[in-house]
C-alpha cells in the first residue's frame, strides 16, 4: 500500500541550463544538478539512500528524481513503484559509464558521474564535484511554464552543438510518497520515496534548432531533460508549485 502524503511545494519556477554557479530569478532557482536515484523496495540499503536524497531534494541548485527499479526483486519483495522503463534508463547509464551490472541503489549526477548511495561522504563529495561541473558545450535555455487545466509549455533555446539530444518529460510528485513492504528484507518497513518519478516520455530527437512544444497531464510536477542519449544532460527545467498535495492510495 503507498500512501501519498501532504506536501509543500518550493515556490515558483525552477529551470536550469547548467550554469557554472547557482543563480536565482524571478522564476525560482537554476539548478546545477540534476540528480537522479536508482532505488528498490527490496534492498537493505535503500531507505537510507532514500532519506539522503531526500536531504539532497532540499538544497539550492539540486533537482533530485527518484527512479524506482527491480533489481531486488527476487528477494521476496515486488517493488510497487517500478518501472521496466526505468530500469532501461538505469541499465544504459551503467553501459556508457562502463558499470558493470546495476548497482542499486545508484546515484548518477548530471548524467556524467555515478556513485552507489549507501556511502553519504562519496555522495556528498560527487555532489560537490558535480556543482564544479562547467556548462556543457551544447547547453540551451530552457522554459517550462504552466499553462491552463495542467497542460505545459516548454522551449528549446537554439544550440547546434546540442544536435543529436534526446528530450525527455518527466512527470513526478515531491512527496514523500510512503510505501508499506509487505515481504522481504524490508518487510514491515514504511519506505519514503522522494521526487518519485511517476512517468518519463521520451518527446523527441533535438536538432539543436529553437523549439517548444506542449503537453498534457504532466503532473503533479513536470522536469523537462535535454541529454545526450545515455550520457550528459545538457539542459534542464522544472515546474513547482505551492500548496499540498493530496493522498494517494495504492493497493
Sequence with gaps: MIFRAFAAALLGLAALALPARAQTSPT???????????????????????RLVGMFSREPGVLALTFPVSIWDYLGWRDTLARPAYSDRQQAYSTAMHVRGRVTPQLVYNGVRQTGASDWDDARAALNDSRRDPRPEGASEVAITRLRNDRIRVSIGANARGAGADIWLIAFDPGPVIAVVGSGVNVNR?????????????????????????????????????????????????????GRYPQRQIY
Design 190 to 242: 514504511s519506505i519514503s520515496h522522494y521526487n518519485l518519478v511517476d512517468q518519463i516520455w521520451r518527446i523527441d530527437s533535438w536538432n539543436g534548432d529553437a523549439t517548444w512544444f506542449e503537453r498534457d497531464h504532466c503532473v503533479p510536477e513536470c522536469a523537462v531533460l535535454v541529454q545526450r542519449p545515455g550520457g550528459q544532460i545538457l539542459s534542464a527545467a522544472y515546474t513547482s508549485r505551492p
Design 28 to 50: 525560482g532557482e537554476h539548478p546545477q544538478v540534476v540528480l537522479e536515484l536508482y532505488t528498490s523496495q527490496g534492498c537493505v540499503q535503500c531507505p537510507r539512500a532514500n
